[in-house]
């Protein structure tokens, strides 16, 4: 049986895939030169400014490091009006507003909530959409920054196999995911740097009872569940 999927990179992709980039220089950049804060502006396309806040260390070296690492060649050295810890919810926004109602659009031309349909965004800014099965969905093993999946429930309840997919994107330092219900739908994301007793709480979770997997997951300050 033909199955859906679509391979597209645009403006609102790559707006979303720069902001995770984005988040984890910074994270890497305030850790590296143990700075208190990271400020950020992304006023002009061109460039991004970024000042740093109150650092142990010389900013240059970890800023030339990271940049590199993360593919963020327009970085610069200037002044910022946010702290970095505000693009977390930039990230989750910038989907609400853009990439929500055109991936529900698309179920709709599709086979709608009979069949689960799955949206990721790469750190590059490519996306793609894939079709499932009812129940069921093959995911490529690429690293993804945010993604999304629809339910076929009338609550964003996520199943084991759901949850275990979004620990998995954590981990690899993806920022979040929508599970989209027909009634809801419920993102789960970071809002810091996992420490390294995150990554032990997300390792020893028992996925087999999803509604206490969930429970324990929102009680990490790292993580933040939303409705949107």
Not at 72 to 79: A, K, P, R, T, Y
């Amino acid at each position: 049986m033909w199955r859906y999927h679509r391979v597209l990179r645009d403006r609102d992709s790559e707006r979303i895939g720069l902001l995770c980039r984005l988040v984890n220089f910074a994270e890497d950049v305030v850790e590296d030169a143990e700075c208190k804060d990271l400020l950020v502006s992304l006023d002009h396309p061109e460039e991004i400014a970024i000042e740093p806040v109150e650092c142990r260390y010389s900013i240059r070296e970890s800023t030339e490091i990271y940049r590199e690492h993360h593919r963020l060649e327009n970085i610069v050295l200037g002044s910022g009006d946010k702290s970095f810890r505000e693009l977390y919810n930039c990230i989750v926004e910038a989907y609400r507003t853009t990439l929500h109602s055109r991936f529900l659009n698309t179920i709709a031309k599709l086979r709608g909530w009979k069949t689960e349909y799955y949206l990721g965004i790469l750190f590059d800014g490519t996306m793609f959409i894939a079709e499932g099965r009812k129940d069921h969905i093959s995911l490529p093993g690429i690293p993804q920054c945010f993604s999304a999946h629809t339910h076929p429930e009338p609550y964003p309840l996520p199943s084991s196999t759901d949850l275990k997919m979004i620990t998995r994107l954590l981990l690899d330092r993806g920022i979040g995911h929508a599970v989209v219900a027909m009634g809801s739908t419920l993102v789960i994301y970071r809002v810091k740097p996992l420490t390294l007793s995150d990554y032990e709480v997300l390792q020893g979770i028992d996925y087999r009872d999803p509604v206490n997997a969930l429970r324990e997951i929102s009680r990490l300050d790292s993580i933040k569940l939303r409705y949107i």
